[in-house]
Structure formats: structure tokens, C-alpha cells
């Protein structure tokens, strides 16, 4: 106030009095100041107060106020809002479910409210624009109503944002953010349950939005990329919020109570990676007259961390730092990037391309250009179409440019992914709002097109069959083959491969008689590997009965299944028809055919009809080696009987590298596919990624495999050798001893790959405090010592640091010898291990023995006798 009055008083007066130019001057400056901190200030007081709050405990009888400070009505001082006078509310005492997300939001979903009829909750809108809707969904235990079984759809006046919705998990809490436009002065909020069900909502939040946090325009990313324009006409549902390179925020962190996801779930290839932090006041935003980034966008603790490449000076700039997340191919997808250089020295030191499923959208993005400072926020918005989104993935890439620049890097501080409603106003399907299907459809003269297509593609494959059958009939193939040979059509399937000769020389086909939609089949010869009928398969495993389902993998489930002789039988379906599903099923039939090793699952058939794709396998009755690891109810495998596992599954793998006719490389090993038979012998399982390698050591290859096994040289590289099935086996190992995930995203950032972090704890000698407690104090130190020297040397960044199999399986054996020959340790184990081995592993020699050498050492030694035998069977 007295800053006014000096402004009014200088306006009518003329006097220049020293302390009246000292008030000029200071004036003058003033909005040049006001300026600078608009560009520079980090805006960490920086709020919004919506105009538009409506916070809703459903079902509660008082209000809740969470840990973030929010406070949600509750529901008796929300009844005006509803079109419904039942009262239906069900609620309980407390929720006790660990590992949830939105766990702050935890007493939203202790109550919940059921609506019988459609109901409508009204609100009044006093400013115009974009609303957060957030509910909150979690089907509470009640006698009268099984919310479980509930089918409902939620709308709005004009979109869909739930059509026939079910939450069935009663282990999940369920949230759905969305962003809408609304015009209007009333907004609607919609619940109608299918009939003969009901719906339910355990919280509300009606939020408006700032308009600064979505504009109207993108990037359309469509080769070539051009503006898209429209977002204000879209709703858009929030699927992904990610802080890349940090930990999770919570809503009470956020300006705008949103929660932001770490990105360690969805790296790629975390090991090309690193972390990079700096304090969240060096944060810096933006205002241009055509651009503003403030909190708002994000808080400064996204733009505070990153990641970057690792080694940028020495590594080679082959590979791009990539994110995956599963989205639906239906829509259309709002794809936001946060950037902030806070690896940068200088200016002008950092370019980097963008990418989109491989799309090139930004070519060597220049922050320095953009922001014009260090450590200023800055962000990308762009549209990705259904057309450019193939499997049910984005990838998300930042990788080095070909600028001339001396230091190779890219960074990514954050991104978020939007869906975007479809041509029906609709984020769940293609029903409008009234009811009508609006998805794809065909005319009527369309359809008659399409059969009449049909039917001529019918009359041209009989015809073809006919004449292939009559040229098989003239074939010079023996009487027995004939008998045997069920296979000449298949040729014709799309994208098979499979050679005539597989089926005619390695496989039996039951002789069989159809009628009344039965099968009736004689059983194979013994070590053959018989055909299936699909509907033998079926009365195996009561129709593929969901309750038989022994795992799920990426070729498709796995079922228990009892063939008609009452022999029990490990069955793999295939989950439909891609020419991924096809290249699988054939490799691991072809694979599998070759084969015969004790340490290797048996393939007993296969099934090729009707379109399906099915392995048949020996049943291992213990399941994968996994389970019986962590992660499930039963007991922990002693280290004597942990040593003979990984024995047997270095054997099957041994067998092979150099035991078969080619040499194979799995390319696909972990705990899951080292199966355990009833007396815990190991079964190397899975072939369907595996290669053969023709007379050379190494092959050009697409980067396949599962993330926290993945060779990182061959993801550089792509160039797959023998040596990358040590380095899964390396991760085998560690995941043996410490008995954990390989990735886990709920430990801290630095513990979230447990490759890397033992590695970082065997240089520092902490390694020991990792074993697995239950275990601990049963194993010999020396043993110990054996065990993580190998497991260390498989895990070497590069492959000719690695050991063969052989000497992988020769150091398993010693390890073995070792505890058995001492198996009882007392409870000073753990200062045995710092004292006596830590110590040691990381000197000059810590590299595991060879074979030939302790053979030099122990020349009249029978204990490894086996091994220099060594013979797949």
C-alpha cells in the first residue's frame, strides 16, 4: 500500500529530489526484474487453487482427509449432487494389502457406494475448460452385494470413459485419471450398471485443470510429421506419468496432486543407463510469448533428475536409451517429454535425436536453442496414431545424434502418455455415449464382396490340394511313409517353413477314425514325437480349462493336461496366429526334434490344426526353478541341492553349445525356464528364441530375450554368440544365491538390477549381506568363494572376459564338492564370509578356476572324472 501511494504522489510531482530519482530508477527496474525471474526463478512456492474442487468419500459417513492435506466430503454432505435417493453405502473397518499403488490414497477405498439404477451426479462449473476426473475403484467383501461380479459403464455428457467395466481383482486397487473439456456450466457424471447388475465408486475427485497444461496442437508423428491439431476436442485418459531416472512421487509432492511412476519398470536397457540428480532449486522454467513451462507442467523434481548414457566418452554410440509400455492399439496416444540439461557444462554441448516406435521425431534437439539456459525445464508434446502402434507397445527413444559435438549423450527427464478418445467420443470401446456402436464396420455390398472373394479363394485351395495330392500319391515314398506322412498340406500354412522331411522322418502320425466328432488314436512308437488331434488336447485339459493353467509365457499358456492312456503332459498353446507365434512354434519343434539330453525338456508331440499351434511336453511336476526361489509359498531349497540345479542346467546347456550336432544358443535363459522334475532334476525349457550357429562363432541377430538377462554387449552389438547364454547364466546364479527378482522396482534405484548391483557389491565386499537369509548359514565359505568368483566372471561387460560352459559347469562342480565335503557351518558364517572371502574375491586372481588348471594342481584327483567325459545324452 505505501508503495502505491509513493507511485501516486510521484505522478502529480514535479520535484526531483534525489531520494524521487533513487524511486525512478528503482521503478525502471522493476519489470526488467520481473522479467528475469520469470525466465529464471525456480517457482518452488509456485500453486494453483482450482476454481473447480469437488472431492467425494463415496459411501462415508465423514469426511477423510489424506496425507497430502486434501479433504473429501463425505457422502452425507454429498446427496444433493445425485439423481438417486437409495442409499446403498458399504464400507470396512480397514484395508491391510501391501504393494499397491496410490497407497496414500488408501482410506478412499476403505468405503464405497452401489447404485442399482443409472445414476447421475451433477456439478456446477464455474469456470470453463479442462477437469480432472479421478476415480477410485475397489470391489469391498459385503454379504448383499458381490462388487466383484458388478458390470457397469461411466460417462459423462458427451464421452465415454468406462463401457461395461469389471474389477475382479480383489488383490488390486484400480484409478483412472482423465482430462476433459467442458463448456458448459452443469457437468454430468454418469453410473449405469448392465442389467441385471449394478455399479459402484468408492471416491470422486472433480478437479478443474490450469489451461496452460495441454494446448490445442502436437506433433503428429506420421512419417512425414506435420502439426495435429484438435486436442481441445478430445478427452484423454492418463496411463502412464514417469519420472525418469528418479523415484515415485506422490500426489502431495506434485503441484497438481498427480502421481509420477519411477521408470525403472520400463527401461529397456537399464545397463546402458545412468542416473543423474541435482537439487530441485537449480531448476529453472520458461515463460516466452509463444512458450510456458511452469510447475504446473511437471514439479521441478521431475525436471531435477534424468537419465543419460552410460560412459558417453568411451562407449561406442550405437543404441538409444529406451522405454517400453504396453498401451491399446485402438487409439490414438498424446506422448509428452520432459527435457531439462542437468549433465551439461556449457551451453551448446548437448544434441540428441528423438524417436517413436522407431519413428525419428526430433533430429538433433538442441536444449541450449530452446530454453537459452542450463537446467531450465522444457517439454514435447506429440500424437502417435493406432495406424504406427504395432504388438501393444510405444517405444520411447532418445539416442546420440550425428551432430559434429565432442561428447556423445542424450537425456529424458520424464514423459507421459496419454490415450485419446476415438471417433465415438469413447476411451473403452467403440460405444457412443447413446448407446451406438461406432467402431469398424462393413457395408452390406462390401460383405458380399468379401464372400464372393471368399469362396473363389476356397475353389482355388481345393483345387491346388487336389493337385498336390495327387503328385504326393505319385511320389517315390515307401509304403510305411505314406502310412506316416499326415503333413503335405501344411506347406500351404502362412509363413511356415516347416520341410516335408521333418514330418516324414521324425514324426509319427496317429492313425485315427472321425466320426461324431470324436478321435479315436493308437499311441506312438516310444522316443517318437507324435501328432496331436486338437480335440485330444482338448478332453486333455477339460477344453483348456483356465484352472489348469500351469504359466503363462510369450508364446502363449501353458496347460496340465491328461492324455486318455492317463500319461500326464505339460501342454503349450499357442495364443494366436502373428508370424511371431509361427516363428517360435517352429523353431522349438525343430530345435526340440534334434534333441534328446536328460537336462532338457522332453517334447513328446506337437499340434498344427485348425489355425492352432500346440507343443506337447513331459509334465514336470516341480515347476520352474523360480518358484521354488521366492515368490511363493514353498519351502527354500537347501545349497547342496541349489549347487545340483544349476549343475543340471549348466549340463542342458553345455550339451547345446558343443554337444549337438550344431551349436545352439538358447538365448532365452532364467529361472523360469529351468523346469524341476519330481526329484529336482533341472529341464532347460523354452526354444523358442533359440539359433544355431553354422561354423562361425557369432551371428547377426534381432536383440531378443528378457529384461535383467539380456547380454548387454549383444543389445549394443547384435551380434549373439554362445557367450550370451553365459551372461543370462551369470544372472541365474546371483538369482539363486540372493533368492530375489532380477528386476525389482519396488528396492531403492540402485538395488532395482540385480545384475549390476552385485557387481557392486562384490567390489566393495558386501556381497555376503545379500545371500539369501534362510540359506546364509549353511554354506561352506569356500564354496561361496567359488560360487560368486564364477558368478562375477559371467557377468563381464565383455563376452571374451566370460567363461565357456564348460568351465562354468567344472567351477559348479567344485563349488558342489566343496559344501558336501563340508556341509555343516556354524552361526559365524557371515563374518567367515567378509573375513576370509570378501576379502579375496576382489584380488588379481579372482577369476574362477579353469579346468586344466586344477588338473595340473589335483592330477590324481577322481573328483571331477565325469566331467572331463563330459557327453550329452
Known sequence: MEEENKEANMKHSYNFSPLFILLLLHLFFIPSTCVYNSITDSYSDYSFTPSVNYLIDCGSSFK?????????????????????????????????????????????????????????????????????????????????????????????????????????????????????????????????????????????????????????????????????????????????????????????????????????????????????????????????????????????????????????????????????????????????????????????????????????????????????ALSTAYYMDFVIGSSNITNGTIVIQVGPTNHKQDISNAILNGFEVMKMSNSADSLDGFFSVDGEYKGPSLTTKLMKLVAIIGFSFAVISLLLLGVMYVKWLRSPLCLEERKNFFSWLLPLHSKCNISCSIYSNKYDSPKSKHGGGHSIHHSPRRGSKRFFHFIELQRATG?????????????????????????????????????????????????????????????????????????????????PFRSHLYGSNISPLSWEKRLEICIGAARGLH???????????????????????????????????????????????????????????????????????????????FEVLCARPVICSTLPLEQANLADWVVKQHKSGMLHKAVDPRIANTINPESYKVFVQLGVKCLSERSVDRPSMGDVLWNLEHAYQIQIASPHVDNTISKAFQNANESDINNDNSHGVTRNEHNRINSGSLVFSQIDNFQGR
Not at 661 to 668: K, V
Not at 669 to 681: A, C, F, P
Open 64 to 372: 477423510t482427509q489424506l496425507q497430502d492435506g486434501r479433504i473429501f466430503k463425505s457422502d452425507r454432505e454429498t446427496t444433493s449432487f445425485l439423481s438417486t435417493t437409495e442409499d446403498i453405502q458399504i464400507s470396512v473397518d480397514s484395508l491391510n494389502l501391501m504393494n499397491l499403488s496410490h497407497s496414500s490414497a488408501l482410506p478412499l477405498y476403505e468405503t464405497a457406494r452401489v447404485f442399482t439404477e443409472d445414476t447421475t451426479y451433477t456439478f456446477y462449473i464455474s469456470q470453463m475448460g479442462r477437469l480432472w476426473i479421478r476415480l477410485y475403484f475397489f470391489p469391498l467383501p459385503n454379504p448383499t452385494y458381490n462388487l466383484s461380479s458388478s458390470v457397469f459403464s461411466v460417462h459423462t455428457d458427451h464421452f465415454v470413459l468406462l463401457h461395461e467395466f469389471s474389477q475382479s481383482n480383489n488383490d488390486s486397487l484400480v484409478f483412472k485419471e482423465y482430462l476433459v473439456n467442458v463448456s458448459y456450466h452443469r457437468f454430468s457424471l454418469k453410473f449405469k450398471p448392465k442389467k441385471n447388475s449394478f455399479a459402484f465408486i468408492n471416491a470422486i475427485e472433480i478437479v478443474s485443470a490450469p489451461d496452460i497444461l495441454v494446448w490445442d496442437s502436437a506433433i503428429q508423428v506420421t512419417p512425414p510429421l506435420k502439426k495435429f491439431d484438435g486436442l481441445m476436442n478430445s478427452a484423454l485418459q492418463v496411463s502412464y506419468r514417469i519420472n525418469v531416472g528418479g523415484p515415485m512421487i506422490t500426489p502431495g509432492n506434485d503441484t497438481l496432486s498427480r502421481t509420477w511412476e519411477s521408470d525403472v519398470p520400463y527401461n529397456i536397457f537399464p545397463q546402458g543407463s545412468v542416473s543423474v540428480s541435482v537439487p530441485d532449486k537449480r531448476i529453472k522454467y520458461s515463460q516466452t510469448s509463444d512458450f510456458i513451462v511452469t510447475p504446473l507442467i511437471a514439479p521441478n523434481s521431475i525436471y531435477a533428475t534424468c537419465v543419460k548414457m552410460e560412459d558417453p566418452r568411451v562407449m561406442q554410440p550405437n543404441f538409444n536409451l529406451s522405454w517400453m509400455v504396453n498401451v491399446e492399439e485402438r487409439y490414438s496416444y498424446l506422448i509428452r517429454m520432459h527435457f531439462c540439461d542437468i549433465v551439461s557444462r556449457r551451453l551448446d554441448e548437448l544434441y540428441f535425436n528423438v524417436y517413436l516406435n522407431g519413428i525419428e521425431c526430433v533430429s538433433a534437439l538442441d536444449l541450449s536453442y530452446e530454453t537459452k
Open 543 to 623: 477344453n483348456f480349462d483356465e484352472k489348469k493353467v500351469l504359466g503363462v509365457g510369450g508364446f502363449g499358456k501353458v496347460y496340465l493336461g491328461t492324455m486318455d492312456d492317463g500319461r500326464r503332459v505339460a501342454i503349450k498353446r499357442g495364443s494366436g496366429s502373428s508370424g511371431q507365434g509361427m516363428n517360435e512354434f517352429i523353431t522349438e519343434l525343430n530345435m526340440l526334434s534334434k534333441l534328446r539330453h536328460r537336462h532338457l525338456v522332453s517334447l513328446v508331440g506337437f499340434c498344427d490344426e485348425n489355425s492352432e499351434m500346440v507343443l506337447v511336453y513331459d509334465y514336470v511336476s516341480n515347476g
Open 655 to 733: 550339451y547345446l553349445h558343443t554337444g549337438a550336432s550344431q551349436s545352439i544358443i538358447h538365448r532365452d535363459v532364467k529361472t523360469t525356464n529351468i523346469l524341476l522334475d519330481e526329484n529336482y532334476v533341472a529341464k532347460v525349457a523354452d526354444f523358442g528364441l533359440s539359433k544355431t550357429i553354422h561354423d562361425k562363432a557369432q551371428i547377426s541377430t534381432a536383440v531378443k530375450g528378457s529384461f535383467g538377462y539380456l547380454d548387454p554387449e549383444y543389445f549394443k552389438s547384435q551380434q549373439l554368440t554362445q557367450k550370451s547364454d553365459i551372461y543370462s547364466f551369470g544372472v541365474v546364479l
